[in-house]
């Protein structure tokens, strides 16, 4: 079956760095991707990853490594307004999205 | 760019009424345009997937009869509930995808209260 994981819920620092991990299993893979949540909103594109390595984009950053089968998010410098809930999400070879069940970031002063 | 549309952002009604909500991509024409559901504190759950002038494809266990979309340009698909239930109350959300690689990008949301 095709499956995501990524902890439910993670805290951090204002002013610090996290990482939120995501394995996927899924038939086939065409990508992976990061969107942010914030409550009671849609989601947000924040980034896709198709490639092994590092791809940053200011604050946030996204890893791939297709062998393992995992990703992770890396934000840095934390404001509060980055309190949100993250979403993975992989492609699959009929080009579905299969999304995790998000990981909400509690940001603390 | 790469704009999502929703309308209207609040619903409340009666328990037998049918609801419609559209969904457009206002500064590009979407291959194809996503219809979610999602209940509190949990995530996104796909309903259906849409390409423009043909039948949607509907996942399992969601009813086609209940819920139907039209995809009659590629610029907006609609979702009708229809005899709309307190049970589906949620917050519908779609998604237009702009390329082939499978980017999506969310329209605002719909939140659907039944009374």
């Known amino acids: 079956g095709q499956n995501i994981d990524q902890p439910t819920e993670m805290t951090a620092t204002e002013g610090a760095i996290v990482q939120i991990n995501c394995t996927y299993q899924t038939s086939g893979f065409n990508g992976l991707f990061w969107y942010q949540q914030h409550a009671g909103e849609a989601p947000t594109f924040l980034s896709y990853?198709?490639l092994d390595g590092l791809e940053e984009k200011g604050r946030f950053s996204s890893f791939l490594s297709r062998s393992k089968g995992y990703s992770y998010l890396l934000l840095k410098e934390l404001q509060m307004k980055d309190s949100a809930s993250y979403l993975c999400a992989a492609l699959d070879s009929n080009y579905q999205l299969i999304w995790g069940a998000g990981t909400k970031l509690i940001i603390k002063p | 760019g790469a704009v999502v549309s929703q309308h209207p952002s609040w619903v409340i009604c009666k328990s037998g009424t049918s609801v419609k909500i559209e969904c457009r991509s206002l500064d590009f024409q979407a291959t194809t345009m996503f219809w979610y559901r999602q209940f509190p504190k949990q995530s996104l759950m796909l309903m259906a997937t849409s390409n423009e002038g043909s039948k949607a494809t509907y996942e399992q266990g969601v009813e086609k009869d209940k819920f139907l979309i039209n995809h009659a340009s590629l610029t907006l698909s609609t979702l009708t509930v229809t005899s709309a239930h307190p049970e589906d109350s949620s917050f519908y959300i779609c998604?237009?995808?702009?390329?082939?690689?499978?980017?999506?990008?969310f329209g605002p949301g719909t939140r659907l209260l039944v009374l």
């Open positions: 990853n198709v």
């Open positions: 998604s237009a995808a702009l390329g082939d690689d499978g980017t999506q990008y």
